[in-house]
């Protein structure tokens, strides 16, 4: 039998706090208040055990140790007093995935119409695996891939199928 193409496995969880807001008002109030640069679109900015990546025009997503989930949160509702904006903690309705190997990207891109090897060292691109909405973004050694929880034993099942060799899962 073949090598799989990559390693399925499932995280801890972290921290998660996704933030609406207009970005070109509110960034310097949320940059300081998350302690992180803005990123740019479709990147990530990174700092420590903290996260801070774009996954679209109005929206933010956190990462941090789960124990700093509440300080952050209302860290930035103080920041973002006065402007039209959500701050959120998603730390429970998110499942996480890391695919590593040296067939990651080739096993992701049977799910999803990304071209992984263009994706940069801080790109985070928000995508559907099948029919999972999802955020994927490098990791060491191949790439995580963030998900709704609801749906974590499909998503599992599908990246463990997109990792055997020989699978063809989404039409070429």
């Given at each position: 039998m073949a090598e799989a193409l990559a390693t399925i496995t499932e995280i801890a969880t972290p921290g998660m706090i996704q933030i609406r807001a207009d970005l070109d008002r509110a960034g310097d109030a949320i940059a300081e208040a998350a302690g992180l640069a803005i990123p740019a679109q479709t990147r990530f900015s990174a700092a420590g055990d903290r996260w801070l990546g774009w996954m679209s025009?109005?929206?933010?997503?956190?990462i941090l140790p789960r124990a700093d989930v509440a300080e952050a949160v209302a860290a930035l509702n103080d920041a973002l007093t006065g402007e039209h904006a959500l701050v959120l903690d998603v730390s429970d309705m998110r499942a996480g995935f890391d695919v590593i190997g040296n067939g990651a990207g080739e096993a992701l891109a049977k799910l999803a119409p990304v071209d992984f090897a263009r994706l940069a060292g801080d790109g985070v691109r928000r995508t559907r695996l099948a029919q999972v909405s999802c955020a994927i973004w490098?990791?060491?050694?191949g790439y995580r891939v963030v998900g709704f929880r609801s749906v974590a034993d499909y998503m599992r099942g599908l990246l463990q199928g997109a990792a055997r060799p020989g699978t063809t899962l989404a039409p070429r």
């Open positions: 025009p109005d929206e933010l997503l956190l490098p990791v060491g050694g």
